[in-house]
């Protein structure tokens, strides 16, 4: 597959954009208020991820808080696909090492590679949401981000809680991989790769 040297310039460069180590999921809806704010026609482009599995135990490889050539292992993780059409695809992924964004077949090879040799209790799957979509229904009260003391694990972002008329948290529905439950459409990473990537 032919891609372009570089994405569209929809999304600023990664150091302009919104982040917090550990709050995947907001830092995405960020991107996606980015894109509404910026480009609107372009939202209908992207989609956010998430990455999780039944056991909530999933490989990812070229994190920045990796070490060598070791995966990462996530309970979640959360990116975002632009599918500029034409088979142009890129990867928005804030904790990668890979460039940003980066060529969805390369993050595919170099990032979640393959689950051939991946014991099943590891093997990936993926939620896609519509990033419009996405942006009016998430809803996260970052309880998840606290200890038993109720103290932070992990500083929180500077601005307000994520909140949707009716939700102040549903990051669970997004997490599951349980097509029955949530939003968007849930894939194998071998049904992503055949519709999104390349053969692993």
Same mark, same amino acid.
């Given at each position: 597959?032919?891609?372009?040297?570089?994405?569209?310039?929809?999304?600023?460069?990664?150091?302009?954009?919104?982040?917090?180590?550990?709050?995947?999921?907001?830092?995405?809806?960020?991107?996606?208020?980015?894109?509404?704010?910026?480009?609107?026609?372009?939202?209908?482009?992207?989609?956010?991820?998430?990455?999780?599995?039944?056991?909530?135990?999933?490989?990812?490889?070229?994190?920045?808080?990796?070490?060598?050539?070791?995966?990462?292992?996530?309970?979640?993780?959360?990116? #975002?696909?632009?599918?500029?059409?034409?088979? =142009? !695809?890129?990867? /928005?992924?804030?904790?990668?090492? @890979?460039?940003?964004?980066?060529?969805?077949?390369?993050?595919?090879?170099?990032?979640?590679?393959?689950?051939?040799?991946?014991?099943?209790?590891?093997?990936?799957?993926?939620?896609?949401?519509?990033?419009?979509?996405?942006?009016?229904?998430?809803?996260?009260?970052?309880?998840?981000?606290?200890?038993?003391?109720?103290?932070?694990?992990k500083p929180p972002p500077s601005y307000p809680c994520i909140k949707t008329p009716e939700f102040s948290?549903? #990051?669970?529905?997004?997490?599951?991989?349980? =097509? !029955?439950?949530? /939003?968007?459409?849930?894939?194998? @990473?071998?049904?992503?790769?055949?519709?999104?990537?390349?053969?692993?």
């Amino acid at each position: 597959m032919q891609v372009p040297a570089s994405a569209p310039p929809v999304l600023p460069g990664r150091d302009d954009c919104c982040y917090t180590s550990c709050y995947c999921e907001e830092n995405v809806w960020k991107l996606c208020e980015s894109i509404r704010d910026r480009t609107p026609h372009h939202l209908e482009e992207f989609y956010a991820i998430f990455l999780s599995n039944e056991n909530r135990m999933i490989p990812i490889w070229k994190q920045q808080c990796g070490k060598s050539e070791d995966p990462v292992i996530w309970d979640y993780h959360v990116i #975002l696909l632009h599918d500029c059409g034409d088979g =142009q !695809r890129f990867i /928005y992924d804030l904790d990668t090492v @890979l460039p940003f964004p980066c060529p969805c077949d390369t993050y595919i090879k170099e990032a979640l590679r393959s689950d051939h040799n991946i014991h099943k209790d590891f093997r990936r799957k993926l939620r896609l949401i519509p990033a419009d979509e996405y942006l009016r229904t998430f809803a996260s009260d970052r309880s998840h981000m606290k200890d038993a003391n109720n103290d932070w694990r992990k500083p929180p972002p500077s601005y307000p809680c994520i909140k949707t008329p009716e939700f102040s948290m549903n #990051l669970d529905d997004f997490i599951s991989m349980d =097509q !029955r439950v949530g /939003y968007g459409t849930v894939y194998t @990473l071998k049904a992503f790769t055949e519709r999104f990537g390349i053969s692993v």
